[in-house]
């Protein structure tokens, strides 16, 4: 039986990839920061066993993996939420850097490098703006604390593997939603305000700028990805994207005309240009060739189909 170590189990990525993992058939340990809150499971998804460690303690990351010897790696630990990473740069950093660092020094003290596996969870905001769908070559030039720690965690996962000989492959992972993501994400944001809309909870959606183009996917079929590419005969980098663009106007549209609330839906949208992000990617599109060629693997879940699900799980909590 396979043994796999989640870092960050408790995000929604941890959470769908620890059900797949289970599922089959993988021995699954996850590890976060605080005691999970699986109470209430919607999804009634498979939960693994679980530990309470910080990745930012060394002592503490050595010890669980020398004990758990872990055949494959997930680190899907630290920030992800870019407002967040602005208003707490030191923080993000910590979490998603140095968490890399000692990840990859724990196993090679312990002398694990070429027996274990590891994925990192690297990141679309590692690239700029652009209306060109980005791979794996396109150049990267992050305008973000948080983009900018995941660059920096992405470049020493490379170095790691070049001069000591890792098994440690990327996953450059673009917008990807599901019913399990916090409100302050905007896909979320949308569907729930709009479903409280809907049922006379709220009378407005507060936008910064509804012209902002991304790629989204839906987070159960990316950790499909993750397990793929440590299967995989050598480790790389793959552009996980589902490689189609939406603007936050369709999300809205589509959201409303799911809802009936399409007649009037540019009504109930306020534009507040404070939301505005100081240094904003308006449009990122990803191309997800080498992962369809190198690894057999396809987003299934549509635009439409993502709207759908986050929208009825919204409804049942606001019911």
Request: charged share 20%; proline share 3%; net charge neutral.
């Amino acid at each position: 039986m396979r043994r796999a170590l989640i870092l960050g189990v408790t995000g929604q990525d941890g959470q769908f990839l620890a059900n797949l993992l289970l599922k089959s058939n993988y021995l699954v340990l996850g590890v976060s920061r605080n005691l999970p809150n699986w109470k209430n499971n919607p999804l009634r998804l498979s939960r693994p066993n679980h530990r309470i460690i910080d990745v930012a303690k060394y002592d503490d990351l050595y010890n669980l993996i020398e004990t758990f010897l872990p055949d494959e790696i997930y680190n899907l630990s630290g920030e992800s939420s870019i407002a967040q990473s602005s208003s707490n740069p030191a923080d993000t950093v910590s979490s998603n850097v140095l968490g890399v660092l000692n990840l990859l020094n724990v196993v090679k003290e312990i002398g694990l490098e070429k027996r274990v596996r590891i994925f990192q969870a690297s990141s679309a905001y590692m690239f700029n703006s652009s209306s060109l769908q980005l791979n794996e070559k396109s150049t990267l030039s992050p305008n973000t604390p948080y983009g900018l720690s995941k660059f920096l965690a992405h470049q020493i996962c490379l170095q790691y593997r070049e001069q000591f000989g890792f098994w440690v492959s990327s996953g450059i992972l673009f917008n990807h939603e599901s019913e399990l993501r916090p409100q302050h994400f905007v896909f979320q944001k949308v569907t729930k305000t709009l479903v409280e809309i809907s049922k006379g909870k709220k009378q407005f959606l507060e936008l910064g700028n509804l012209d902002i183009y991304r790629d989204w996917g839906y987070a159960s079929d990316y950790v499909v990805a993750m397990q793929k590419s440590l299967q995989a005969d050598y480790p790389s980098e793959y552009v996980i994207a589902t490689g189609k663009l939406n603007s936050l106007r369709n999300l809205v549209e589509k959201t409303c005309e799911y809802l009936g609330l399409q007649d009037d839906w540019s009504s109930l949208v306020r534009i507040d240009p404070s939301l505005r992000r100081h240094l904003e990617i308006e449009c990122i599109w990803g191309d997800p060739k080498l992962a369809e060629e190198s690894l057999g693997w396809k987003a299934k879940t549509t635009f439409e189909e993502i709207i759908e699900k986050m929208v009825q799980a919204n409804l049942s909590n606001v019911g």
